[in-house]
């Protein structure tokens, strides 16, 4: 079981909206950026949001990232088929010196 | 271009050890930080360990605390991981990726398996 507790899945139809919820505590999300990550079927995984909010040069603004406490979001609008993949959030633990990443949430794209 | 990747995976048996390699092209190696992060088959990522620029910070997963030892030759822009005593519960395809704490480059793989 994660520590970063995420829905093991979420769906919805082709350009329709999504959020994955992440949480966690004190320590971890509530210390530290939050970053989030896609991991196509059988790809390596690959970052979509850091420092909470940002994206990396090339990953389009239908993703994007939030935070509030203990908890980040990870918002994606106009949904494409292309978009069926693990997403997992990552954060550091100060207390564990670790680290973490949530459960992973499979989307599917209806 | 940013490129990561993974070697020296294979099939070992349990309590038998693998050392793992990370060759880095397209961007100064010592100037970043480094980890590795595993997957076991269907399941999701596992952070395991991670190492500074100069080699002289290291953090390990509880999980692999003693078995696993993370370095880094930054004259040779390589990573390595090596692992002792493995378990079947070590088997997984494992990744180096870049970036501190919010990995941002990814290679693409190498995969342990441990069983008899």
């Known amino acids: 079981q994660s520590v970063l507790t995420q829905p093991p899945s979420v769906s919805a139809a082709p350009g329709q909206t999504v959020t994955i919820s992440c949480s966690g505590s004190s320590s971890n999300i509530g210390n530290d950026f939050v970053s989030w990550y896609q991991q196509l079927p059988g790809a390596a995984p690959k970052l979509l949001i850091y420092?909470?909010?940002k994206r990396p040069s090339g990953i389009p603004d239908r993703f994007s990232g939030s935070k509030s406490g203990t908890s980040a979001t990870l918002g994606i609008t106009g949904l494409q088929t292309g978009d069926e993949a693990d997403y997992y959030c990552g954060t550091w633990d100060s207390s564990l010196s670790a680290v973490l990443f949530g459960g992973g949430t499979k989307l599917t794209v209806l | 271009e940013v490129q990561l990747v993974e070697s020296g995976g294979g099939l070992v048996q349990p309590g038998g050890s693998l050392r793992l390699s990370c060759g880095a092209s397209g961007f100064t190696f010592r100037n970043y930080e480094m980890n590795w992060v595993r997957q076991a088959p269907g399941k999701g990522l596992e952070w395991v360990s991670y190492?500074?620029?100069?080699?002289?910070?290291?953090y390990y997963a509880d999980f692999v605390k003693g078995r696993f030892f993370i370095s880094r030759d930054n004259a040779k822009n390589s990573l390595y991981l090596q692992m002792k005593s493995l378990r079947a519960e070590d088997t997984a395809v494992y990744y180096c990726a870049r970036d501190g704490f919010q990995l941002g480059v990814w290679g693409k793989g190498t995969t342990v398996t441990v069983s008899s």
């Open positions: 420092d909470d909010n």
């Open positions: 190492i500074s620029g100069t080699g002289n910070t290291i």
